[in-house]
């Protein structure tokens, strides 16, 4: 099989509490689909989309990480290698806004020290239940001095934009990715082409 071409390399993960939305903001942005029947994701799964910007072509690979403790030991070992992090909550869910600063505090324990992070309140769709007002997603956001957006994986707001901005930040926070000298170095970590093993664990899906 032809090796596929590509100049760069960006790997992004979605990370938050477990049935926040993650799956489905991952699949809404790749295939502009809705399952309303997604289950908890087991492991990890990642989805890959190309985009042209500047004349470079760019890979971009979304890893959608498990939310249950169990799998936080699997999870945090994807966070190497990772230029961004979607930071996802629920805002009728007050309980998965208070986690934001466990995942933050992982992200600071096992990604990269300049990883570009946006915090997501996912299920703006759902207004009338509400826990998290949109003031504390913004107060939480400059705390940590993030991006902040809220979303909703059901109708498409704002998912397209939040994966804009994270790519943003990437590039304006390492400019030097477009040269093309860079292109080893981006690919070095986890071997995205090793799917035999702990498929449980690491399934690979939803690719465009």
């Keep these: 099989m032809e090796k596929e071409s590509y100049d760069l390399l960006f790997k992004l993960i979605l990370i938050g509490d477990s049935c926040v939305g993650k799956s489905n903001i991952l699949l809404k942005y790749l295939k502009n689909e809705f399952d309303p029947n997604s289950r908890a994701t087991v492991g990890v799964e990642f989805g890959t ?3 042209i910007i500047n004349n470079k072509k760019i890979k971009i690979q979304i890893w959608d990480t498990a939310g249950q403790e169990r799998y936080r030991s699997i999870t945090s070992a994807y966070y190497k290698g990772a230029k961004g992090a979607l930071i996802v909550y629920d805002i009728t869910r ?7 600063d466990k ?3 992982d992200l600071k324990l096992n990604g990269d020290k300049n990883i570009c992070i946006v915090i997501l309140g996912n299920k703006s769709d759902l207004d009338d239940k509400r826990e998290v007002s949109k003031g504390e997603g913004i107060k939480k956001s400059e705390m940590y001095k993030t991006a902040f957006l809220e ?3 059901l109708n498409g707001d704002n998912i397209g934009k939040a994966f804009d901005e ?3 930040q990437i590039i304006q926070n390492n400019k030097s990715f477009f040269e093309d000298n860079n292109k080893k170095e981006m690919d070095k970590g986890v071997n995205l082409n090793d799917s035999s093993k702990d498929n449980d664990k690491k399934k690979c899906c939803l690719a465009s």
């Design 166 to 168: 994270i790519i943003d």
């Design 49 to 51: 989309k190309n985009i």
């Design 94 to 100: 007050k309980c998965t806004f208070d986690n934001i």
């Design 103 to 105: 995942w933050i505090s």
């Design 151 to 153: 979303t909703s994986a």
